[in-house]
């Protein structure tokens, strides 16, 4: 594959708009179509001098020549139009959960792998320097025994938010505070830990009974199949703004803290004969004006999908830990 690659993005939302952005501006891709239900006129994609479809069908059916179909859509659309996209011969980037079932993510692995297909996972917070760095700290031993890893994640998501008009919310095309908010947070401790068992967990709802179908709160312990063992306290709850996201381990040579809302301040690093280097800084979070959301990551995203489909690289971010993801979120949610 010496040509540019070829793109199209099934929604136009805040994160689909991203993806359409990052494909403009790397020079090895080109977006060939943009796909939502909504008016052209409404999305704010002018700018963006491409065909535009009402519908993933109807795009298949125009014959458009693509080799990447990027899925932004509301959650409980991911696993079909994925679906749809490798059925049609197509690589696939699906945005976070992959799907809101194991059962569909394996489904959709399944075909992947009848179709000779990539499925890339959108998992962009592995990207962010603390993520990666850490990552080299629990792999090269440094850290020694994993004892505990704590994971807090309290952010504020109100009415500004949760609109009515919005899939935010409604339980068959959200899924649940993990799956839309948290899914990112999970999906690293699963990357640095590995699978979870022994689950204990409980829910509530404080604030958000009118705005969503779910609870907004929960606590949820754990132990690692590795050894040790882990918490996840979360809430959408909190009044006005973020509040933190943040992880601490602590382990046989020391204790290390990452913070700041997304996870991208190394706040403690206490560990026996070791030096703490100066990390790259991390890209600000995507800004939606009233509410944040994760760390801007998505350039790196594409970048992958053009390196492996060049043979250039592995992928980062496979499709086997976005079904783990939604396997370990399915599991703590049985505790309802």
Same mark, same amino acid.
């Given at each position: 594959?010496?040509?540019?690659?070829?793109?199209?993005?099934?929604?136009?939302?805040?994160?689909?708009? /991203?993806?359409?952005?990052?494909? %403009?501006?790397?020079?090895?891709? !080109? +977006?060939? #179509?943009?796909?939502?239900?909504?008016?052209? *006129?409404?999305?704010?994609?002018?700018?963006?001098?491409?065909?535009?479809?009402?519908?993933?069908?109807?795009?298949?059916?125009?014959?458009?020549?693509?080799?990447?179909?990027?899925?932004?859509?509301?959650?409980?659309?991911?696993?079909?139009?994925?679906?749809?996209?490798?059925?049609?011969?197509?690589?696939?980037?699906?945005?976070?959960?992959?799907?809101?079932?194991?059962?569909?993510?394996?489904?959709?692995?399944?075909?992947?792998?009848?179709?000779?297909?990539?499925?890339?996972?959108?998992?962009?917070?592995?990207?962010?320097?603390?993520?990666?760095?850490?990552?080299?700290?629990?792999?090269?031993?440094?850290?020694?025994?994993?004892?505990?890893?704590?994971?807090?994640?309290?952010?504020?998501?109100?009415? /500004?938010?949760?609109?009515?008009? %919005?899939?935010?919310?409604?339980? !068959? +095309?959200? #899924?649940?505070?993990?799956?839309?908010?948290? *899914?990112?947070?999970?999906?690293?401790?699963?990357?640095?830990?590995?699978?979870?068992?022994?689950?204990?967990?409980?829910?509530?709802?404080?604030?958000?009974?009118?705005?969503?179908?779910?609870?907004?709160?929960?606590?949820?312990?754990?132990?690692?199949?590795?050894?040790?063992?882990?918490?996840?306290?979360?809430?959408?709850?909190?009044?006005?703004?973020?509040?933190?996201?943040?992880?601490?381990?602590?382990?046989?040579?020391?204790?290390?803290?990452?913070?700041?809302?997304?996870?991208?301040?190394?706040?403690?690093?206490?560990?026996?004969?070791?030096?703490?280097?100066?990390?790259?800084?991390?890209?600000?979070?995507?800004?939606?004006?009233?509410?944040?959301?994760?760390?801007?990551?998505?350039?790196?995203?594409?970048?992958?999908?053009?390196?492996?489909?060049?043979?250039?690289?592995?992928?980062?971010?496979?499709?086997?830990?976005?079904?783990?993801?939604?396997?370990?979120?399915?599991?703590?949610?049985?505790?309802?």
């Amino acid at each position: 594959m010496s040509e540019k690659i070829k793109f199209a993005v099934v929604g136009c939302g805040h994160i689909g708009k /991203r993806h359409a952005e990052m494909i %403009s501006r790397n020079e090895e891709c !080109e +977006l060939v #179509g943009l796909i939502d239900i909504k008016d052209k *006129s409404v999305l704010g994609i002018e700018n963006y001098k491409v065909p535009f479809f009402a519908s993933l069908d109807e795009f298949l059916a125009s014959g458009i020549e693509v080799d990447v179909i990027n899925i932004a859509s509301p959650n409980g659309f991911h696993f079909e139009q994925s679906y749809k996209v490798i059925d049609s011969g197509k690589h696939v980037v699906v945005e976070k959960p992959m799907a809101l079932k194991k059962q569909h993510a394996e489904k959709l692995i399944f075909q992947a792998l009848h179709k000779h297909k990539q499925v890339f996972a959108v998992m962009q917070n592995r990207y962010s320097p603390p993520s990666a760095w850490v990552k080299e700290m629990v792999e090269s031993g440094k850290l020694g025994k994993i004892y505990m890893v704590q994971l807090n994640c309290y952010w504020n998501r109100d009415d /500004r938010y949760y609109k009515p008009e %919005s899939w935010h919310g409604k339980k !068959e +095309l959200d #899924g649940g505070t993990l799956f839309t908010q948290f *899914s990112h947070f999970i999906d690293i401790m699963y990357w640095l830990f590995g699978d979870i068992t022994n689950i204990q967990a409980k829910f509530a709802d404080f604030n958000h009974e009118t705005l969503t179908d779910f609870e907004d709160s929960g606590f949820v312990s754990f132990d690692f199949v590795d050894g040790g063992m882990g918490s996840l306290n979360y809430s959408t709850s909190v009044w006005n703004q973020n509040l933190e996201s943040s992880m601490t381990i602590i382990a046989e040579h020391g204790a290390v803290k990452i913070g700041g809302q997304y996870m991208d301040k190394v706040e403690v690093c206490n560990i026996k004969d070791y030096v703490m280097p100066e990390l790259a800084p991390t890209n600000p979070g995507n800004d939606y004006g009233a509410y944040k959301g994760s760390a801007a990551n998505h350039h790196f995203i594409i970048e992958n999908v053009v390196d492996v489909l060049k043979g250039r690289n592995t992928i980062t971010t496979n499709a086997l830990e976005g079904l783990k993801v939604v396997d370990i979120i399915e599991r703590i949610y049985a505790y309802k």
